[in-house]
């Protein structure tokens, strides 16, 4: 059952067209890998299926309940945020009420300890955090962003630099556990043991996915399926990149 199908879209920008009449669907279970040289629509094709843009022609169909999760290749973040409250979504009930549990634990040691409204008050939002799930949310954040290389989870967005807010993002990403999660250039600014890891994450990931990367061995080992686009055109290979490097090298 597809999760998403393409109807004849196209696009273009300027009188260059990225890509025509396309028509596919994506499955629960894909791992679709994004090809082509630099400046054929790769990133244009990611907006699109995360409705960041709208095709010229043509529609999007997305199952119901379908949830889409997506990382560009720069994220934007409000610089005042701590590094945990940009990794929920805005306005997420979870953050909400971690924010006011830490705010009533504040308000009670400043009260000493002995405020039976305050004791009442922490009672309640800890009952709620831990109907929400959002106890359970918030480690595995924290384990998620160590394995990034983000320890301080207290420190402002705006003090990073641009590769450990793309962390930051790309563990927002994860933690969403979205139906269909997209992510543009995963790799940039990860080392190789991080590169490992998040290929292990992805192995395990529930969802589908589609990606474009430079790193052709993570390419190689998260996908099973490559779409290429070239010169206006979108062409499917079922299988992974090695799969599709074979059946290039017989098509010429």
Known sequence: MHILSLESISKS???KPLFA???????????VGVVGVNGSGKTTF??????????DTGRIIFAEGVSIGYLPQNPPFIPEQTVLDAVFSAGDTRTRLLHDYEQACHDLA???????RLLDRMAE???????????????????ILSKLGIVDTGAQVGTLSG??????????????????????EPTNHLDAETITWLEGYLDRYPGALLLVTHDRYF????????????????????????YYLEKKEAQE
């Open 13 to 15: 920008y300027g009188i």
């Open 125 to 143: 939002l800890s009952h709620e955090l831990e109907a929400s799930g959002a106890w359970e949310t918030e480690t595995e954040a924290r384990t």
């Open 219 to 242: 390419l190689d080992r998260v996908t099973n399926r490559i779409l290429e686009v070239d010169r206006g055109t979108l062409q499917a290979f079922d299988g992974d990149y090695a």
């Open 46 to 55: 990611l907006r699109l299926v995360a409705g960041h843009e709208q095709p």
């Open 163 to 184: 590769g450990q807010r793309k962390r930051v993002a790309l563990a927002r990403a994860l933690i969403e556990k979205p139906d269909l999660l997209i992510l543009d």
């Open 21 to 31: 009449d396309v028509s596919l669907g994506f499955d629960s279970k894909d791992r």
């Open 110 to 116: 400043v009260a000493g300890n002995d405020d039976a």
